[in-house]
C-alpha cells in the first residue's frame, strides 16, 4: 500500500476562522509527535466546519517536545507515539498535573530501503544487527546483498533523534528484542546513526541513498521507497506494514498512538477528543494512513 509525500510541520499552524477573530474563539494548544503532526492537523482543519468557535493550533517536534510541554502545562494536548515514561509522569505529578492517555489510532512503524535494495524482508535479530550497538551488520554483504549504487558496500543507518518516540518504539520493539536473543549486548542504538529530526527526512534520505535503511510511521512512505517485510523471529513468516497489519496487530512493529491531557478533558477539549474517536474523526486518521481504534465505514 503505497502513500503520498506527507509535507511535515515544524512550526504552530493556527486556524483563522473566517469572520471571527482568535480571540472570540476557544484556542486548544496540540503539540508533540511527528508521526502524528499530519494527522492532528487534518483533524484540526476540519474541526471548524464541526465547530466554528474552537481554534486548534498544532505543532510538531516529537514525543518528548510534546509531553514537556504538557507537563510545564503549555499546551491542553500532548501527541505521542510512545506511552509516558515513567521519570515523566513522576515529573508531571511533581509539577501538579494528571496526565490522562487517550490512544487515538495505530500506526505500523516501517522500515524503508533504497527501491534499487534486493532485499525483501529483515527479522528482528538482522534490523539489530544493522541498527544496534555492536551488531556486526556494517556492510550490505554482511547479509548476503550486493545494492546497485552502493560502490561503498557501507550500510548508512538512518535513525530519529532521540526526543522522538518513534526512536524510543524502535528501541524498545526490535533493538530490545535482539539483545535479548544475544545478537547484541544491549538493547541500543549504534554509534554513527545519522538522525533526523522528522519523519519526512527518514524518507528524503533513504531514497536519495541506495546504501541507505531507515525506519519511520507507514503514512510517510512514498512510491520511491521499498517496504522491508518484517518478522520477529529468523526464518519465520513476515508481515508487511499495512494499515490493515496494524489494526489486527500482526504487524511485529505496529504500535499504539496517544494523545495525553492533563486531567480528564472537559468542556471544548473533550469535544475535541469525542469527535476525534468519532466514525468522522477516525475517518480522516485512516484517510492520512493510520489505522483507527475500532471498525470504521469511511467514503
Not at 494536548?77 to 515523566?88: C, D, G, L, V
Not at 504500535?255 to 478533558?265: A, D, H, I, V, W
Amino acid at each position: 500500500m503505497k502513500f503520498g509525500r506527507i509535507i511535515t510541520l515544524s512550526v504552530i499552524t493556527t486556524l483563522a476562522i473566517s469572520g471571527q477573530s482568535l480571540a472570540a474563539n476557544k484556542l486548544i494548544q496540540n503539540k508533540g509527535s511527528d508521526t502524528l503532526v499530519n494527522v492532528a492537523q487534518a483533524w484540526a482543519e476540519e474541526y471548524p466546519n464541526v465547530n466554528p468557535d474552537v481554534t486548534v493550533a498544532v505543532s510538531g517536534g516529537g514525543s518528548g517536545t510534546g509531553i514537556a510541554a504538557m507537563i510545564n502545562g503549555t499546551v491542553d494536548i500532548a501527541n505521542a507515539s510512545r506511552q509516558m515514561k515513567k521519570k515523566e509522569l513522576k515529573s508531571a505529578k511533581d509539577s501538579g498535573q494528571n496526565p490522562v492517555e487517550h490512544v487515538v489510532g495505530y500506526d505500523a512503524l516501517a522500515v524503508f530501503i533504497h527501491e534499487n535494495n534486493p532485499a525483501n524482508e529483515f527479522s528482528f535479530n538482522q534490523l539489530g544487527k544493522i541498527f544496534g550497538r555492536g551488531g556486526d551488520a556494517t556492510k550490505w554483504s554482511d547479509l548476503g546483498l550486493t545494492v546497485p549504487g552502493c560502490d561503498s558496500d557501507k550500510i548508512v543507518v538512518v535513525s530519529r533523534q532521540n526526543n522522538s518516540g518513534t526512536y524510543a518504539y524502535f528501541k524498545k520493539a526490535v533493538l530490545k528484542s535482539a539483545a535479548r536473543a544475544g545478537i547484541i549486548s544491549k538493547g541500543s542504538f549504534r554509534q554513527g546513526t545519522l538522525d533526523m529530526h522528522g519523519s519526512k527526512d527518514v524518507v528524503d534520505l533513504v531514497e536519495k541513498t541506495p546504501c541507505a535503511i531507515g525506519y519511520s510511521g507507514l503514512a510517510y512512505a512514498t512510491d520511491h521507497l521499498k517496504l522491508a517485510c518484517i518478522s520477529k523471529e529468523d526464518g519465520a513468516s513476515c508481515v508487511s506494514p499495512s494499515v490493515a497489519t496494524a489494526s489486527d496487530r500482526s504487524y511485529p512493529i505496529a504500535r499504539p498512538l496517544f494523545m495525553y491531557t492533563n486531567g480528564e478533558p472537559q468542556g471544548a477539549i473533550k469535544e475535541y477528543m469525542d469527535w476525534i474517536l468519532s466514525e468522522a474523526g477516525q475517518c480522516i486518521l485512516v484517510n492520512k494512513g493510520y489505522a483507527p481504534v475500532r471498525d470504521v465505514n469511511c467514503p
